[in-house]
Nanobody, 115 residues
């Protein structure tokens, strides 16, 4: 069984920063893509950022220049540094990994940005 443990969410004022972390636990032979998604109330879950095993990154247009995704292959972790946060960034953020044999989601962590 592969499990993802997320941390780092919370409440922050607009313009502030937060760092989300996600650690993969279990027997994993190879992780391909690691990413962060978010879901705001009444909206569909959307991709925020993803990073491949070759360190190629992809960002939603709404977060480009403000968020940075990074991964540590030795520790099977992925982080999301979020700067210049806006109220519209408020959502539950989910980590997802795609690995040899399947994919899995984290339980989600709440990020709330006050104006």
């Amino acid at each position: 069984q592969v499990q993802l443990v997320e941390s780092g969410g919370g409440l922050v004022q607009a313009g502030g920063s937060l760092r989300l972390s996600c650690a993969a636990r279990g027997t994993i032979s190879r992780i391909y893509t690691m990413g962060w998604y978010r879901q705001a109330p009444g909206k569909q879950r959307e991709l925020v950022a993803a990073v491949t095993s070759a360190d190629s990154t992809n960002y939603a247009d709404s977060v480009k220049g403000r968020f940075t995704i990074s991964r540590d292959n030795a520790k099977n972790t992925v982080s999301l540094q979020m700067n210049s946060l806006k109220p519209e960034d408020t959502a539950v953020y989910y980590c997802k990994i795609v690995f040899f044999g399947g994919s899995t989601w984290g339980q989600g962590t709440q990020v709330t940005v006050s104006s």
